[in-house]
């Protein structure tokens, strides 16, 4: 895990939404994702859904930037009386302890 790189979270801006798109094109990530769009080359799909999220009071939404650049993204939204949380990396911020710092940030 590699530390030397300050993870933070803040409120999503809508010109992250263009870096998310290209972060979940990636083929490795869509197998391995719980949850992926049948197409996900689909951009008016793909800004309907994120239009969703935003619009929502209910959901929390952070971008994760791992030192200036966005990593990544990270949500928290109630579902059948529980709160769930997802999230989404690019690869090249895998491995690195990214995802487990947002949560630990997330979670304060």
């Known amino acids: 895990m590699n530390n030397s790189v300050t993870i933070t979270i803040r409120n999503v ?8 798109f290209e972060q979940q094109l ?4 869509n197998r391995m994702a719980a949850f992926v ?6 951009r008016a799909a ?5 239009k969703r999220i935003m619009d ?9 930037l791992r030192g200036e650049e966005v990593a990544g993204h990270i949500s928290c939204y109630p579902q ?6 997802t999230y ?3 690869k090249k911020h895998w491995g690195k302890g990214v995802a ?3 949560l630990k940030k997330l979670l304060q």
């Open 13 to 20: 801006e809508t010109s992250d939404i263009s870096i998310f």
């Open 26 to 29: 990636d083929l490795e990530a």
């Open 37 to 42: 769009r049948n197409d996900p080359h689909d």
């Open 46 to 50: 793909f800004d309907a859904h994120w």
């Open 56 to 64: 929502s009071t209910g959901i929390v939404k952070k971008t994760i």
């Open 80 to 85: 059948e009386g529980e709160l769930e949380v």
């Open 88 to 90: 989404w990396l690019g």
């Open 100 to 102: 487990t710092q947002a």
